[in-house]
């Protein structure tokens, strides 16, 4: 029987069984979507041992070469030792077709990738700038019959990424993109289910490549699509959706605008309202809701009281890329698309009070650990207490509450390893199983931490990020103090006047005797 090294850790694999079952029936917490080589979500990289040829196909020669496979098509013929892909391998050259304005604030982008990209309608690819910045953006081409991949772009007020796409890309330009992710997608294995879709603003976007695709693989089901702007020169896509309306019976298309210029042509009120309002009872139907991400959470909420499962409930919210929780570096800019609240758990944390008590015990135990503790010289431990339980509550809940960092700068300067990470994390669920969370909550709470293990582990820090920019955080400034203080190093005192050395990350203060070379000065533990 084949045996998987992933991570360090070894893991059986069952003959016939491919690598993708054998990690899911052990628990290994790696992505997947379609199972069947499609859409790339799964790919990992083989390392040691022999990858059957079938696991490649399909995949771009540079891939094949650094050892990717695809792990649903692969049933290994020996052992093999497999690591997570390295973000940079993943992204692919693409050429940008056409720009085209379709709403004030709106542009269209047809790209071509250098190879061909398999994906659904819906999905989303993370775009990259020469300069390393990301944004993700949803799929609103449909693949059986578009040759060019379609996005729609919202100019973000100071946004890095969309301020560039409107004013400086052009037609011919150079980009690069990987994906596709996301799950946001037209399943045909249902084609008389009930769809109904909402959207705002470019979330429209996803929920056009869906309705394309659901309509070109013949679905007989009723198909209502709501799309909300605030004002009516938001309906970007408002003449192609007529013509579909023409040509399709099944389909129902409801503009909302929710200013207070509404056009004859649209219903007045928010999309989301103004379409659970109408379908009470969606306890067959398929539901897509995609866009601003309060929108996207209530409405996943009334779904499920409407009796929508789990399952039948796709979730796009368009993170935005400056604040909410993040994902892993390289990774998909602001989209934070599949996590979606979690009411069960937010329960059984007795709403928010047994969170409280666990994250006590632990970050008592992080202070008094010698491992951990030199990580928070400096941080006093009711912040990290507050800062860690307004993070959790945020992933639990939904509710945007969490004013912090995102994990990725928080920690940007520490050296935090693999083994480090797994330790803090052992602890952690150590204290939520003290304090009785379930052990099927706990796993779902390991899960969840999983996925900013690429945000923090590294072997060198990085420079803190802000909209792509990174920022002068290390080192120290030089400024003239006008009013006295104290050392932070020594604790001796400053007078007024003097020339002080500051630390750009920490803010503090160091008189020029500690600050002489060899003397130190910024005192917090770097070492792992
Ligand atoms: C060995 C692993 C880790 C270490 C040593 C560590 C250490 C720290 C330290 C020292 C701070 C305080 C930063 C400051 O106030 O300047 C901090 C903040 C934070 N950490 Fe971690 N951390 C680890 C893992 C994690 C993980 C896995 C998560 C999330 C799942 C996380 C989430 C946060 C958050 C949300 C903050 C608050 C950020 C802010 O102040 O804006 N940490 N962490």
């Given at each position: 029987?084949?045996?998987?090294?992933?991570?360090?850790?070894?893991?059986?694999?069952?003959?016939?069984?491919?690598?993708?079952?054998?990690?899911?029936?052990?628990?290994?917490?790696?992505?997947?979507?379609?199972?069947?080589?499609?859409?790339?979500?799964?790919?990992?990289?083989?390392?040691?041992?022999?990858?059957?040829?079938?696991?490649?196909?399909?995949?771009?020669?540079?891939?094949?070469?650094?050892?990717?496979?695809?792990?649903?098509?692969?049933?290994?013929?020996?052992?093999?030792?497999?690591?997570?892909?390295?973000?940079?391998?993943?992204?692919?050259?693409?050429?940008?077709?056409?720009?085209?304005?379709?709403?004030?604030?709106?542009?269209?982008?047809?790209?071509?990738?250098?190879?061909?990209?398999?994906?659904?309608?819906?999905?989303?690819?993370?775009?990259?700038?020469?300069?390393?910045?990301?944004?993700?953006?949803?799929?609103?081409?449909?693949?059986?019959?578009?040759?060019?991949?379609?996005?729609?772009?919202?100019?973000?007020?100071?946004?890095?990424?969309?301020?560039?796409?409107?004013?400086?890309?052009?037609?011919?330009?150079?980009?690069?993109?990987?994906?596709?992710?996301?799950?946001?997608?037209?399943?045909?294995?249902?084609k008389d289910q009930p769809m109904l879709l909402?959207?705002?603003?470019?979330?429209?976007?996803?929920?056009?490549?869906?309705v394309?695709?659901a309509l070109l693989n013949g679905h007989t089901g009723p198909i209502h699509l709501?799309?909300?702007?605030?004002?009516?020169?938001?309906?970007?896509?408002?003449?192609?959706?007529?013509?579909l309306l023409v040509a399709h019976r099944n389909l129902r298309y409801?503009?909302?605008?929710?200013?207070?210029?509404?056009?004859?042509?649209?219903?007045?009120?928010?999309?989301?309202?103004?379409?659970?309002?109408?379908?009470?009872?969606?306890?067959?139907?398929?539901?897509?809701?995609?866009?601003?991400?309060?929108?996207?959470?209530?409405?996943?909420?009334?779904?499920?009281?409407?009796?929508?499962?789990?399952?039948?409930?796709?979730?796009?919210?368009?993170?935005?890329?400056?604040?909410?929780?993040?994902?892993?570096?390289?990774?998909?800019?602001?989209?934070?698309?599949?996590?979606?609240?979690?009411?069960?758990?937010?329960?059984?944390?007795?709403?928010?009070?047994?969170?409280?008590?666990?994250?006590?015990?632990?970050?008592?135990?992080?202070?008094?650990?010698?491992?951990?503790?030199?990580?928070?010289?400096?941080?006093?431990?009711?912040?990290?207490?507050?800062?860690?339980?307004?993070?959790?509550?945020?992933?639990?809940?939904?509710?945007?509450?969490?004013?912090?960092?995102?994990?990725?700068?928080?920690?940007?300067?520490?050296?935090?390893?693999?083994?480090?990470?797994?330790?803090?994390?052992?602890?952690?669920?150590?204290?939520?199983?003290?304090?009785?969370?379930?052990?099927?909550?706990?796993?779902?709470?390991?899960?969840?931490?999983?996925?900013?293990?690429?945000?923090?582990?590294?072997?060198?820090?990085?420079?803190?990020?802000?909209?792509?920019?990174?920022?002068?955080?290390?080192?120290?400034?030089?400024?003239?103090?006008?009013?006295?203080?104290?050392?932070?190093?020594?604790?001796?005192?400053?007078?007024?006047?003097?020339?002080?050395?500051?630390?750009?990350?920490?803010?503090?203060?160091?008189?020029?005797?500690?600050?002489?070379?060899?003397?130190?000065?910024?005192?917090?533990?770097?070492?792992?």
């Amino acid at each position: 029987m084949p045996r998987l090294n992933y991570e360090g850790e070894w893991y059986d694999c069952r003959d016939g069984e491919s690598v993708i079952d054998a990690f899911l029936r052990q628990g290994v917490n790696v992505p997947f979507s379609c199972r069947n080589g499609i859409c790339h979500t799964c790919l990992l990289r083989c390392v040691g041992g022999q990858v059957p040829e079938k696991a490649q196909s399909g995949l771009r020669p540079t891939l094949r070469a650094h050892g990717y496979f695809l792990p649903c098509k692969c049933v290994p013929a020996g052992d093999m030792e497999i690591v997570p892909p390295r973000a940079a391998d993943l992204y692919t050259p693409a050429v940008v077709h056409k720009k085209e304005r379709v709403a004030p604030d709106i542009c269209r982008l047809l790209i071509e990738p250098a190879t061909p990209l398999y994906y659904h309608a819906g999905q989303f690819i993370n775009l990259r700038r020469h300069d390393g910045l990301i944004r993700s953006y949803s799929l609103a081409s449909a693949p059986q019959k578009d040759y060019f991949l379609e996005l729609h772009v919202k100019r973000v007020f100071r946004g890095a990424m969309s301020s560039w796409i409107f004013d400086e890309l052009a037609a011919d330009d150079e980009v690069e993109l990987q994906g596709p992710e996301g799950t946001c997608y037209y399943a045909p294995s249902a084609k008389d289910q009930p769809m109904l879709l909402v959207g705002t603003g470019t979330g429209l976007a996803p929920l056009y490549g869906v309705v394309r695709d659901a309509l070109l693989n013949g679905h007989t089901g009723p198909i209502h699509l709501y799309h909300g702007v605030r004002h009516a020169s938001g309906l970007y896509l408002h003449h192609p959706l007529l013509a579909l309306l023409v040509a399709h019976r099944n389909l129902r298309y409801v503009p909302c605008v929710s200013g207070p210029q509404v056009p004859p042509f649209a219903v007045a009120g928010r999309a989301d309202a103004i379409a659970f309002r109408s379908h009470a009872g969606l306890s067959n139907w398929a539901v897509y809701l995609a866009g601003l991400p309060a929108m996207v959470w209530a409405g996943v909420e009334l779904a499920r009281k409407a009796g929508a499962t789990d399952a039948a409930i796709h979730a796009d919210p368009f993170e935005s890329a400056t604040a909410g929780i993040p994902t892993a570096p390289g990774g998909r800019g602001g989209r934070n698309s599949d996590r979606a609240p979690d009411a069960e758990m937010w329960a059984a944390l007795d709403a928010g009070e047994r969170l409280m008590s666990i994250l006590v015990d632990f970050y008592t135990r992080v202070y008094a650990d010698p491992r951990l503790s030199s990580f928070f010289h400096g941080v006093t431990m009711q912040r990290s207490i507050e800062k860690q339980y307004l993070f959790l509550r945020q992933i639990f809940t939904g509710e945007r509450i969490y004013l912090g960092d995102r994990p990725r700068n928080a920690h940007h300067w520490m050296v935090i390893s693999d083994e480090l990470f797994d330790y803090r994390e052992a602890l952690l669920m150590e204290c939520a199983r003290r304090h009785g969370l379930a052990e099927r909550l706990v796993q779902r709470w390991r899960g969840m931490e999983e996925g900013f293990r690429r945000d923090i582990v590294k072997t060198a820090p990085w420079n803190r990020m802000l909209d792509g920019v990174a920022l002068p955080v290390d080192g120290f400034g030089e400024t003239l103090i006008e009013v006295g203080s104290l050392c932070d190093s020594c604790g001796g005192e400053i007078p007024p006047g003097t020339k002080v050395r500051y630390h750009l990350r920490l803010g503090s203060l160091h008189c020029e005797a500690c600050h002489a070379p060899g003397a130190g000065g910024d005192g917090r533990g770097r070492e792992t």
